[in-house]
């Protein structure tokens, strides 16, 4: 029972042993943190230019749709600022330092995502609270207890649902990232992860599949009942409840996943 | 039980090789059935020329690589299953992979690993003024390790592999890129800890040196065969018969033509003779050559394992051909 706390004391203090690596670069840090947070505006500017020439958009006011941003906003940030290392599995892999994982005590995705922690990250963070705070001020929504409740859940369950479509997509590198292919020559003393260029996941495609599909559950049902609103699909009401339950069936799904990828690690050669 | 149990052992690694539409799948079998044990308390040597399989062994019986067949047991745990409980007693090191944070000062990377392994404050204190006494690590332990030399870097990971007390050592090339002196100690520390401890090593080394001085028992491997496994001295019995007669003559002379020997080498004077222990003796070359010419001076040359080991190599101690096979 003591385990997971145990874990989550652990994952607090790699954390802080990558923030303080991190703060010997204290300017560049400061100055990335805050670009963070202003560049994450633009997104929410883009809303903001609509609304200033249309009260409504598909029946949705700019509060309402700011609380919609608000939460996929937020439990994507929070993934990201949780997990966003997972970008370096491919990279791990390719030149077997994933090897290092596999010797030590203790689940490999969380030595893998406890590699880095990119405090930077907390801008987007940030900006999603204001942004948050923004809906919350304006709305014009009763706070029955069931509503408060599902916003506070629907954040977590969000970042875990995130979690766990990104944690899935990943797996792939264990089957197509073929060992190392120089493994074939001579291994004896040789490091050739210098010779690859770092290549990161492509951010872009990843964000789209584990950011847009998954935002109907993020979001938009668990909005539409904070909201009142009546769903123009004509969907069962408790679809509208159910994040969190999807939640723990995605985070059971991808740590499966995951676990089965590992057994095809094939290392590199060395 | 012992405390490694290997059976039948086997990894096969499905490689593309080529390019374009010529690309096929090609089977390498990197370890290819292979049964050893070792004992608690003994430090083995791994030995065997470039790509014979080395680390893929140690990679199976540490828990990475999932074999394609055969048993491991690693102190009672099969480690792709258990790898997490196998993980607690043991300790790895490659001697080209860096497992220390690279940013972070050594002490701080000794600190995580304290709480990745669950290591008790008071132990971690005592292993670590142990640890840090035998391998001098004072002076570079509040240095970053991306600041420290390659030979500072190394000792510090075996730090890493050993702050747990590990019942058993995995070393994969443990001694590569350190100076003579760095060596000899690293030498110190595993004998040290072998005696007080009972520590288990398995070490892969193409450093000679450390098999003479550290391994008890020397396994052979060779395109994933065991072609060895046993004493250094039957070792060099079994592959080292022949041995090499140096004589210094009066006047420089072209290479001298004996009976059941042969000259590898003349530097003016002084020649170089090589044979074979079954075919002929030392006395009776010594005579022959002292008919052929004027002798000043002579010595004989014992087989070392350099020697051993390159004729080992050389030859493939079993006629292995083929181990690929297209798929
Ligand atoms: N991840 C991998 N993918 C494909 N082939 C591999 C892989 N790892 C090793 N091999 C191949 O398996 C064989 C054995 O490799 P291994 O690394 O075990 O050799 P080794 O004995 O450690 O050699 P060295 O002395 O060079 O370190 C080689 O032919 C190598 O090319
Ligand atoms: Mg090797």
Request: aromatic share 8%; hydrophobic share 50%.
């Amino acid at each position: 029972m003591g385990e997971p706390l145990e874990s989550a004391g652990l994952f607090l203090r790699l954390s802080a042993a990558r923030i303080r690596a991190q703060l010997q670069y204290r300017t560049s840090f400061a100055l990335q943190t805050v670009g963070m947070f202003l560049i994450s505006f633009l997104d929410f500017a883009a809303i903001l230019v609509i609304f200033a020439n249309v009260p409504q958009l598909g029946g949705w006011s700019v509060s309402e749709v700011a609380l919609l941003y608000a939460i996929s906003s937020l439990a994507f940030s929070l993934t990201d600022l949780a997990i966003g290392h997972l970008d370096y599995l491919p990279q791990l892999i390719r030149d077997g330092s994933f090897d290092l994982l596999l010797v030590r005590p203790r689940g490999t995705l969380f030595q893998v995502v406890t590699q880095d922690f990119q405090i930077r990250r907390i801008g987007k963070v940030a900006q999603s609270l204001m942004v948050l705070g923004y809906a919350l001020a304006t709305l014009d929504v009763i706070w029955t207890p069931d509503r408060v409740a599902l916003l506070i859940a629907t954040i977590p369950a969000g970042a875990l649902i995130f979690a766990s479509i990104w944690v899935a997509a990943i797996c792939i590198v264990f089957w197509t990232t073929e060992g190392n292919e120089a493994a074939n020559a001579v291994t004896y003393g040789g490091t050739f992860f210098a010779q690859y260029p770092i290549n990161i996941y492509d951010r872009w495609l990843r964000r789209f599949l584990a950011y847009l599909i998954p935002t109907a559950f993020v979001a938009y049902f668990p909005c539409l009942y904070i909201l009142g609103k009546a769903d123009p699909l004509g969907l069962p009401v408790w679809l509208q409840v159910s994040s969190p339950l999807v939640a723990l069936a995605a985070a059971l799904a991808a740590g499966l996943i995951w676990r089965t990828a590992v057994r095809h690690y094939q290392s590199a050669g060395g | 039980m012992a405390l490694v149990d290997v059976q039948d052992l086997r990894k096969e690694f499905v490689v593309r090789r080529g390019s374009g539409l010529r690309r096929e799948r090609v089977v390498v079998r990197a370890v290819d059935g292979i049964t050893f044990a070792i004992e608690s308390g003994s430090i083995v040597g791994y030995i065997g020329p470039n790509g014979a399989g080395k680390s893929t062994t140690v990679k199976m019986l540490t828990g990475i690589l999932v074999p394609s067949g055969g048993r491991v047991s690693v102190a009672g745990f099969v480690p792709s299953k258990q790898r997490t409980k196998l993980a607690a007693r043991i300790g790895v090191m490659f001697g080209q992979r860096v497992q220390l944070w690279w940013d972070l000062p050594l002490i701080e990377s000794f600190e995580l690993l304290r709480h990745i392994y669950r290591v008790p404050a008071e132990r971690f204190r005592q292993n670590l003024d142990m640890l840090g006494a035998a391998l001098e690590l004072g002076p570079f332990l509040r240095t970053p390790v991306r600041q420290l030399s390659l030979g500072q870097r190394i000792r510090g990971e075996l730090t890493a592999a050993m702050l747990h007390e590990p019942d058993i050592l995995f070393l994969d090339e443990p001694t590569i890129g350190l100076d003579v002196v760095a060596r000899q100690r690293v030498r110190e520390l595993l004998l040290r800890a072998n005696r007080e401890r009972g520590l288990t090593v398995l070490l892969t080394s193409h450093d000679l040196v450390d098999i003479e001085r550290l391994c008890s028992r020397i396994l052979v491997i060779d395109h994933g065969h065991l072609v060895y496994d046993g004493g250094l001295e039957t070792l060099k019995e079994r592959y080292g018969t022949e041995r090499v007669l140096v004589v210094d003559l009066e006047e420089p002379r072209p290479p001298l033509d004996v009976e059941g020997a042969r000259v590898i080498k003349v530097d003016g004077p002084r020649q170089w003779i090589a044979f074979e222990r079954e075919r002929t003796n030392a006395a009776r070359l010594t005579a022959q050559v002292a008919a052929l010419a004027p002798l000043r001076d002579l010595t004989l040359q014992e087989p070392d394992i350099e020697d051993v080991v390159r004729r080992i190599y050389a030859e493939g101690a079993t006629g292995s051909a083929g181990r690929s096979s297209t798929a």
